[in-house]
């Protein structure tokens, strides 16, 4: 009987029989000897599995030869090399009518040496075109040949989110029994790398020797699975030659795993029937073609729950599934720190035409590579670490074939390894995770040198990851990897904003902030970048790359956490712009980030990457000359909060009304046509009331304005008394003193800044999916929320500035974000707006002309909805790729007027015009202090 064999063995034979056949090109001499060759692989005796020039009648009666026949699975057709495969296909296929229903094959194999066409005739899809040279990699896809399905094992060709779920199956399971804490995530660990290895080799030739394991040397009730799995992990840690030497077969079968990862008894655990089947579901999985991105979905699987019997948080996760950055993201990251320039380094290597100088510079390249350490001091389970190593290893891989030339391959010049990278995470069982995937990873990098034709293993583990477990803010990075030793840092960490920041959280950011002026206010992510920038310090040389929330390069945060990062020397040299950061798990809602490359010394060149109007997308790349902290190629400036607009000669912006009210003073359309109808005191006092929303998408709100009452109406009006009473009742309750006093006066909105003039009304939070900030006149009687702002007396000229594209790029670039809407503000975005200082009066005639012209394409567009009875909204209006004509000339007139305002002749893009303002602001800078 064949015993199976599991993967990794297959990939070996599979190995040497590409190698065998490297050189074969001739259909009638070979034909025969490459198809033993393949049963060869699978263990199949050929003179049983195989007939060899089967005659058959062929499709129109004639009768034709079969290469090679094996009957119910596989039809072979060999040609010459450089013979065309899609005939031969076709030839085979005229072999079909000759046949017996039972002996039709499931695949057809048509081949001239080096390359292998497969066809599936039952799932029908397309076919498997392969090199010779692929076959060892390609190898799942033939292992029907050798009828392997008699073990109901699914065959998948990776790890996806059902593996996850099912370690999650097994992690409830398992708790079920009242077992928990740190014993079953340690558990859960080592039965991970169990089923890693069960089908990567790991574990020996023998296939499936952990599952039989399970299947034959266990209890069907569960009762004795703890004892089996403590003896099982005490044999994996216990070197051949401290084995008992009657050591059952079963057990002996099992390598020295060592690394220390299964040292160390644990507490008993008293399976059940329900949990050992899970167990063994999870062990028919094939885990061979595991991905190294989905580790963070298997640690979420497996994690903790403080409170697992809480329904939403059980529902949470089972609806959510795993949460875990995606390979692409961390590309993004790790490429531009420190790949890109690997490879590149390589490549030039690789093209000197000396033979001597380039054998000297591959070998002191591949141990520059091996001297390299990487450093993720918000690791989680090592995603960013996982990805670096994998990317180090390809590229060894390729440095080692170049070297290699036609000497015997030497597997003494595999010298990266796992110690080469070190991590920290608050979280132990996500420490654990991380060391545990970083042994999987490199196992799954060794398999890869059998590209090489030869088969390395690094079996029993001696090196690791150093991954720390503790709080990376309260940590002395410096105790985990000497600065002199460190290459790179990457990461990704706790994104947090200030308002949902722990308790715990805030003291730590306290001691990172410790002088820093309004470093309240920042995100948890920016305390990284300060302590990178501080560690860094101590070796210059150390490039820093993390994502983080976009808020760090917009807004208020800017200034705050750059002034101090300023001080330390710290430039930028690469920055993705804003871009959606979407993790892998289903369900799981996507941040909009930036990644930001930094370091001490000055760049030879800056890359930006710019996703301009989708941030979903493919950015991109901008050689820049420098990048600012707004991520924008220009001059290195900080914006500040202003009070007064740093231009000269125009309006101040205030901000509107805030009621805190409880909602008593203000009315929907419903509740005013009731107050017009019952109440006529308090009808005198209704006025129509706009925030952001109810302007935007022309939404009917009113307010009572009790500004001007007289104390006589407030009496005799029950619908007045009823809600000053209601607002006092609030304003009373409210833990905040300043809000306790406002309830003396319960009609009047808590802060009033209404102007009692006509006004430009500029929302403070508007959807990024328009191109323009909508803004609009009103008069005084139209009161502006707090959510809104006000320009009293603006006129046209001032209306075109604000609504011209030079405005709205400034915006973007440096106002703050709710999520990924804009948030605009008079401090940071209006009040710091390089405005043009002299226009002519013709130049400001134009502007004032496009202005109105907007106006009047407004109006147009709203009459036109009242007569075929629609809906007008500036919303509808202004959505991307939906203006009517009419306003996007007026809109492209007033921007060649304001280019012209400025004398701007530059690229029409956001990032040519916000980097001209830059400049402007910093002349504007420059006047003011000498003005003062």
């Known amino acids: 009987m064949t015993v199976n064999l599991n993967t990794d063995t297959l990939r070996k034979r599979a190995t040497a029989f590409a190698k065998d056949f490297s050189k074969s090109t001739y259909e009638m001499g070979e034909a025969q000897d490459f198809i033993r060759g393949l049963c060869h692989v699978f263990d199949l005796n050929h003179r049983r599995a195989v007939r060899f020039e089967e005659r058959v009648k062929k499709l129109g009666g004639k009768r034709g030869r079969i290469d090679g026949f094996f009957p119910g699975l596989l039809l072979v057709e060999m040609k010459s090399t450089g013979a065309d495969l899609d005939k031969a296909y076709i030839q085979a296929t005229e072999y079909f009518p000759g046949l017996k229903d039972e002996e039709m094959p499931r695949c057809v194999l048509v081949s001239d040496f080096a390359n292998l066409h497969l066809y599936n005739l039952d799932s029908k899809a397309p076919p498997l075109k392969i090199k010779l040279a692929d076959f060892p990699q390609e190898i799942g896809h033939f292992k029907f040949i050798a009828g392997y399905e008699t073990i109901a094992v699914q065959h998948q060709a990776a790890i996806n989110q059902k593996a996850a779920e099912k370690m999650a199956d097994l992690h409830d399971a398992i708790k079920a029994t009242g077992y928990e804490g740190k014993d079953l995530e340690n558990y859960l660990v080592r039965l991970l790398f169990c089923l890693f290895a069960e089908d990567t080799g790991l574990f020996g030739e023998q296939k499936y020797l952990f599952l039989d394991y399970l299947k034959n040397y266990t209890k069907a009730d569960g009762t004795d699975l703890h004892e089996k799995l403590d003896t099982l992990f005490k044999t994996l840690n216990r070197a051949p030659e401290k084995r008992l030497k009657n050591l059952p077969e079963h057990l002996a079968a099992f390598p020295y795993i060592n690394g220390s990862l299964f040292k160390g008894a644990l507490e008993d655990c008293y399976f059940d029937e329900s949990a050992r089947n899970t167990l063994i579901e999870c062990a028919q999985l094939d885990w061979s073609e595991i991905s190294p991105a989905i580790f963070g979905s298997l640690f979420q699987a497996i994690m903790h729950f403080d409170d697992e019997a809480a329904h939403a948080k059980t529902k949470k996760r089972r609806e959510f599934g795993a949460h875990y950055t995606s390979e692409e993201n961390i590309l993004k990251t790790i490429n531009p720190l420190f790949m890109d320039d690997l490879r590149a380094e390589f490549e030039d290597i690789r093209k000197l035409k000396q033979p001597n100088q380039k054998t000297k510079k591959l070998a002191d390249f591949h141990q520059k590579l091996a001297r390299l350490n990487f450093f993720d001091p918000a690791c989680g389970c090592g995603n960013f670490l996982i990805i670096a190593y994998r990317e180090l290893r390809l590229l060894e891989l390729d440095v080692i074939k170049a070297q290699s030339g036609k000497r015997q391959l030497d597997m003494a010049l595999i010298l990266c390894d796992v110690h080469q990278f070190h991590g920290i995470d608050i979280d ?45 803010l309260q940590v002395d990075w410096e105790t985990v990897i000497n600065p002199s030793e460190c290459s790179f840092i990457m990461g990704n960490p706790p994104f947090v904003g200030y308002s949902y920041q722990t308790k715990e959280q805030k003291v730590d950011l306290a001691l990172v902030f410790q002088g820093m002026n309004g470093a309240g206010v920042l995100d948890l992510v920016a305390a990284w970048h300060i302590k990178a920038a501080r560690y860094i310090q101590a070796n210059p040389a150390i490039p820093v790359a993390f994502v983080s929330t976009n808020s760090l390069s917009q807004g208020e945060q800017v200034t705050i956490l750059w002034t101090e990062l300023l001080k330390l020397n710290i430039k930028l040299y690469f920055a993705h712009r804003t871009f959606q950061w979407s993790n892998e798990g289903k369900g799981i809602a996507a941040v909009h980030c930036v990644i930001m490359g930094f370091g001490m010394q000055n760049p030879t060149y800056c890359k930006l ?23 924008v190629d220009a001059p290195t400036v900080l914006i500040d909060k202003r009070r007064k607009p740093l231009s000269l000669n125009v309006p101040e912006m205030t901000k509107g009304s805030q009621p805190t009210d409880g909602g008593y003073l203000l ?37 009572l304005w009790l500004k001007n009452s007289t104390s006589e109406d407030r009496i005799k009006s029950p619908e007045i008394k009823r809600r000053m009473a209601g607002v006092k009742t609030m304003r009373s309750a409210s833990p905040k003193l300043p809000t306790q006093k406002l309830a003396e006066m319960p009609y009047l909105f808590g802060e009033i800044r209404q102007t009692d003039q006509p006004y430009l009304l500029i929302p403070s939070v508007s959807s990024e999916q328009r191109n323009f900030v909508p803004i609009g006149y009103f008069s005084s009687s139209v009161i502006a929320s707090n959510l809104v702002f006000m320009l009293p007396n603006a006129s046209l000229y001032h209306f075109g500035m604000l609504c ?53 394409a407004r109006t147009a567009e709203e009459r036109l909805c009242t007569e075929q009875e629609q809906k007008y909204s500036l919303a509808t209006l202004y959505a991307a790729g939906n203006m ?12 060649k007027a304001v280019d012209a305002a400025y004398g701007y002749k530059g690229s029409k893009d956001d990032a040519a015009r916000v980097a001209f303002l830059f400049e402007w602001y910093q002349q504007l800078l420059v006047s003011e202090k000498e003005n003062l």
């Not at 019952?678 to 006025?687: G, M």
């Not at 999520?819 to 502007?847: D, G, H």
């Not at 009517?884 to 921007?895: E, I, Q, S, V, W």
Request: charged share 20%.
């Open 804 to 856: 011209s594209t030079f405005h709205n790029a400034w915006m973007r670039a440096v106002c703050g974000r709710l999520e990924s809407r804009y948030r605009y503000s008079n401090t940071i975005v209006y009040n710091n707006f390089p405005f043009p200082e002299t226009p002519s009066p013709a130049v400001k005639k134009k502007i004032e002309t496009a202005g109105q012209q907007i106006l009047t």
């Open 667 to 703: 009315l929907s359309q419903v509740e005013a046509d009731n107050i017009q109808k019952n109440d006529p005191i308090a009808a005198k006092y209704i006025r129509p009331f706009l925030g952001a929303e109810e302007f935007i998408n022309n939404l009917p709100r009113y307010c």
């Open 884 to 895: 009517p004509t009419d306003l996007l000339k007026a809109h492209n007139a007033l921007d």
């Open 428 to 472: 132990e069982s996500a420490t654990q995770i991380a060391t545990l995937a970083m042994w999987l990873v490199d196992h799954q990098m060794n398999l890869r040198v059998q590209e090489l034709g030869l088969y390395y293993t690094r079996i029993p583990l001696v090196k690791k990851a150093n991954i720390v477990c503790g709080n990376a």
């Open 609 to 631: 990457y710019d996703y301009g109007d989708n941030i979903r997308g493919v950015p991109a790349e901008i050689t820049a000359k420098q990048i600012n902290p707004y991520l």
